[in-house]
């Protein structure tokens, strides 16, 4: 069980509930649009329906296991701080923030 950074709307949440992250990172292209395919969702963000018209019933909305948070609720120093132990905490931010300075 690891936390992540949502690349679409900035929250936090965990890769065992429903997101997209695991598909992203297996490379499953099941989703219609590029951009689901290639960047980790948390659930509300994800799409509720996959490329061959099946329906993703975890998808679209909060799944209420924990407050939804977005990361400057907690501070990128801190995030960063957490995510470099390799515990499974935040396990997209540096990337995540490398790419929000990116596109400064
Ligand atoms: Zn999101």
Same mark, same amino acid.
């Given at each position: 069980?690891?936390?992540?950074?949502?690349?679409?709307? $900035?929250?936090? &949440?965990?890769?065992?509930?429903?997101?997209?992250?695991?598909?992203?990172?297996?490379?499953?292209?099941?989703?219609? &649009? %590029? /951009?689901?395919?290639?960047?980790?969702?948390?659930? %509300?963000?994800?799409?509720?329906?996959?490329?061959?018209?099946?329906?993703?019933? &975890?998808? $679209?909305?909060?799944?209420?296991?924990?407050?939804?948070?977005?990361?400057?609720?907690?501070?990128? %120093?801190?995030?960063?701080?957490?995510?470099?132990?390799?515990?499974?905490? /935040?396990?997209?931010?540096?990337?995540?923030?490398?790419?929000?300075? &990116?596109?400064?």
């Amino acid at each position: 069980m690891s936390t992540y950074i949502c690349e679409k709307c $900035g929250c936090i &949440d965990n890769t065992a509930c429903g997101g997209n992250y695991w598909l992203v990172k297996g490379k499953l292209n099941l989703f219609k &649009d %590029e /951009y689901s395919n290639t960047h980790c969702l948390c659930v %509300e963000c994800t799409p509720t329906e996959f490329s061959d018209g099946s329906k993703n019933k &975890d998808a $679209g909305k909060w799944h209420n296991r924990f407050p939804k948070k977005h990361w400057s609720e907690l501070g990128k %120093e801190h995030i960063l701080r957490l995510s470099s132990k390799q515990s499974g905490n /935040y396990v997209n931010a540096e990337e995540y923030f490398k790419n929000l300075e &990116d596109k400064e």
